[in-house]
């Protein structure tokens, strides 16, 4: 079995081969060929675009192959044989890099919350399980007291080499996050002013300027700090870019009335209609100015400056329709009549105020309601991530929601409490570096080790404030409501890799020994299980039917069995759930070489594809 992850460059030179056969000549691009195909499309000289240090190696790094997968930890999940949710602890390029294959267009919005290159912010260095801290003083970045010494990296506000680090950090990511999108799907992006210029030049880059949908505003903080310098900023931004817009269809959705928006429309008169809400029959540009006159012998003129907003014929035939109302006592200025059965729900605006959606001083008392110990200082609020959710994904169908820079894990609370508000089957999938807390932390005092102890920490006692808080509601849902989550870890292959530097012909010999068994010490089923289905691009909360000795995947007709020991009846019974292909262990045939030769055969004249690991 190969044991890579998918091979994201072969993809899309596959892609490329497939609309353009005639410009690969021995397996390259002939880039002469490709030029003449386009024509005057193809420009290879200086355009407009985002540059810095350090670019040219971020493709080397999309391009690097990686046999990581993900190791199963049950004992941090909830629910496990029930939920449809993920929690992954580790690096999130090597998550992506682990999904891609499986999850490929089938996400259907991505928030993300990352560092925002303040000068405090988290470096994404080699080694995770450092603290902010401490990799700062060994990097030489701070002193003994934490103060900024040097002007290098992502921890200083200055410097040529602070947005060239962010941005070698952050292209192969949303690269590759992207590549996960449906067709139709959205992608937000936190930030605020440090970065946001950079921001929108990458992802115009990586997902096409004709896709940006919006820049947001969002107000969060509804007090002005003094002791500012110059302006005190009472905002950050969302930045939202669309996997592919169609003109024709929108790719977010409207917003639900709210019963402030509703109490707008009364009903004075008694109509049987329903509320409605006055309308002028007058606008700023319309059909004509011309004086109306109806039927009870009222004359109407529009104000100077304005114009009808209907047309003679249009007016008449709403006052035959009762939509035109006069007062009380028919003396006032006649208004059109709006029903509010007749108004759909809201259109976003691209400002975003803290009463609305939550400010981050809200934010720190939401995660405080559920941990008194303090143990986060950042987290975004969950009204936020409700907004983004309701305008980035359906209600009625099982949208997957990806953020791979969890923090404190608001994304996955917030899917959860919309769910059960809304009535709706959002699934979420979070990844989260085990960056360890400083032990000087309220966090680290109160047990907490990493920020993924404290997300999944979070994750748990919010589902189950949700289900106290919310019994009856949830008793009357058709689809129970998913409060729990898997958890994984990204970790190496449960499959030996074979050294390529080793040219020692004895030391050769040793490993082509070792490897006659490809599986590494130790290795449990529940891990063996998950790689083998996400190195087949199947996810690994995939329907899987269980059996006594093997499990059977519908979706794929994929039997797996990890049996130690293969029979005749064994391989009978695993034939007989009519699958396709068929994944088992090689060491379960033993030395018997004539059974593997007979069952090969026989799956074989059943059309069955067998491959032994």
Not at 94 to 102: E, G, R, V
Not at 265 to 277: F, V
Request: glycine share 6%; proline share 4%; aromatic share 8%.
């Amino acid at each position: 079995m190969n044991g890579y992850n998918d091979d994201i460059t072969n993809d899309q030179l596959a892609k490329l081969r497939q609309l353009f056969p005639e410009v690969f000549a021995e397996d390259k691009i002939d880039w002469v060929r490709l030029k003449a195909t386009l024509g005057e499309a193809v420009d290879l000289g200086e355009r407009y675009g985002l540059g810095w240090k350090g670019k040219s190696d971020v493709f080397a790094k999309i391009q690097e192959k990686t046999v990581e997968t993900l190791h199963v930890d049950r004992a941090n999940s909830v629910d496990w044989d029930a939920t449809s949710n993920m929690f992954i602890e580790g690096d999130n390029l090597a998550a992506l890099k682990i999904l891609h294959k499986s999850y490929y267009g089938k996400v259907k919005m991505i928030y993300i919350d990352p560092p925002y290159n303040t000068g405090n912010d988290f470096v994404y260095n080699d080694d995770f399980k450092q603290t902010r801290a401490s990799y700062a003083a060994e990097a030489g970045l701070t002193d003994d007291e934490g103060n900024i010494t040097r002007d290098d990296g992502l921890r200083t506000n200055t410097g040529g080499h602070k947005h060239s680090n962010w941005l070698n950090m952050m292209y192969p990511r949303l690269f590759l996050a992207r590549n996960l999108l449906r067709q139709d799907g959205v992608i937000f992006v936190s930030i605020d002013d440090n970065e946001v210029h950079n921001l929108r030049l990458m992802m115009n880059e990586i997902f096409g300027e004709e896709n940006f949908v919006a820049q947001i505003v969002w107000q969060k903080k509804y007090t002005q700090s003094n002791d500012a310098k110059n302006i005190s900023c009472t905002h950050e931004y969302v930045m939202c870019y669309a996997r592919s817009i169609n003109e024709r269809v929108s790719v977010l959705n409207r917003l639900p009335r709210t019963e402030q928006q509703n109490s707008r429309y009364t009903n004075p008169d008694d109509d049987p209609r329903g509320p409605w809400k006055a309308i002028p029959l007058h606008a700023r540009s319309g059909n004509n100015s011309q004086e109306v006159m109806f039927t009870n012998g009222r004359i109407w003129h529009p104000p100077a400056g304005t114009y009808n907003r209907f047309s003679q014929e249009k007016i008449k035939q709403l006052e035959a329709e009762g939509r035109i109302y006069f007062g009380k006592n028919k003396d006032s200025t006649p208004v059109f009549k709006r029903y509010l059965d007749e108004v759909g729900d809201i259109l976003p605006v691209s400002l975003w105020k803290y009463d609305e959606v939550g400010s981050t001083d809200k934010a720190r008392q939401e995660l405080k309601d559920l941990m008194p110990e303090n143990v986060f200082d950042t987290p975004k609020p969950l009204g936020l991530i409700k907004r983004i959710c309701q305008i980035g994904t359906s209600l009625e169908s099982n949208d997957i929601i990806l953020d791979f820079f969890s923090g404190s894990g608001t994304t996955a609370h917030a899917v959860m409490q919309l769910n059960a508000e809304d009535g709706g089957n959002r699934r979420w999938i979070c990844v989260q570096l085990p960056e360890l807390a400083d032990e000087k932390s309220e966090a680290y005092k109160a047990g907490y080790r990493t920020i993924a102890d404290i997300a999944r920490e979070r994750i748990r006692r919010a589902g189950a404030k949700i289900r106290s808080d919310q019994t009856d509601k949830l008793a009357s849902r058709n689809v129970p409501l998913d409060l729990g989550f898997r958890a994984y870890r990204v970790s190496d292959s449960n499959f030996k890799q074979w050294n390529e530097l080793v040219s020692d012909p004895e030391e050769i010999r040793q490993q082509a020994l070792a490897s006659l068994d490809p599986l590494e010490d130790g290795v449990t089923d529940d891990d063996l299980l998950t790689e083998l289905l996400l190195k087949r691009g199947i996810s690994p909360l995939a329907q899987i039917d269980q059996y006594d000795n093997f499990c059977f995947i519908p979706s794929e007709k994929l039997v797996i069995c990890l049996a130690h020991s293969m029979t005749e009846e064994l391989f009978t019974t695993i034939l007989a759930t009519k699958p396709s292909s068929i994944i088992i262990l090689d060491r379960a045939f033993g030395d018997d070489i004539n059974l593997k030769v007979n069952l090969l055969l026989q799956a074989e004249r059943q059309g069955v594809e067998v491959e032994a690991i």
